[in-house]
């Protein structure tokens, strides 16, 4: 069996740079001389909630998704700012998408969401104790629709392809564990 090599930057270009990520084209070399370049994007790590209230259910939000030019139902979640905590961007996102606030919140798990070319995470929460203080506001680039749905029924969701969103999957995963 051949052993995984480690490739080491030896030089990197800033190809583009965006509010919502960069992207660098790299120089990159073995320990044996080979060397290659890669293309990694590095957007800011991002969060998800599971927002569950005292009676198990789920709140989830359907917005319109660009990069598939459809609608997509996940829960709430989103970009973690610059020298932002990744809980405090989660209770932001909750509020922001929803107007929910929550009294508990846990980390459930971390997810490399494209390891390949990406350079980001993202950490899934549970929030528990939800109590409505406001109405949804988005964070002016989204029109989002606020919709509950039974915990029971994910599952379904998931296999019927309502939810399709790999790193909502990956939520729903961690919190199966975390519950088991």
């Known amino acids: 069996m ?5 490739w080491m930057v030896r030089g990197a270009k800033r190809l583009f740079e965006h509010p919502l990520f960069s992207l660098d084209e790299q120089s990159l070399e073995a320990e044996n001389g080979d060397r290659r370049t890669a293309f990694v994007l590095h957007p800011a790590d991002w969060v998800n909630i599971i927002a569950l209230s005292d009676d ?3 709140l989830l939000v359907r917005q319109w998704r660009y990069g598939l030019a459809a609608e ?5 979640g989103g970009v973690v700012e610059l020298e932002e905590e990744a809980l405090a961007a989660a209770r932001r996102e909750l509020l922001e998408e929803t107007g929910f606030e929550a009294d ?11 390891p390949a070319f990406q350079s980001n995470l993202c950490s899934s929460w549970l929030a528990r104790g939800l109590r409505r ?3 949804p506001e988005g964070d002016g680039e989204e029109e989002i629709r606020v919709e ?9 969701l998931i296999s019927n392809a309502e ?6 999957i990956a939520a729903f995963y961690f919190y199966e564990r975390w519950k088991s």
């Open 2 to 6: 051949r052993d995984v090599r480690p």
């Open 56 to 58: 198990d259910r789920v």
């Open 72 to 76: 997509s139902l996940e829960i709430p």
């Open 104 to 114: 508990e919140w846990l980390h459930l798990g971390t997810v490399e969401p494209n």
């Open 133 to 135: 203080i406001g109405e």
């Open 148 to 156: 509950w749905a039974p915990l029971g029924r994910i599952p379904e």
């Open 163 to 168: 939810i399709r969103h790999s790193l909502v």
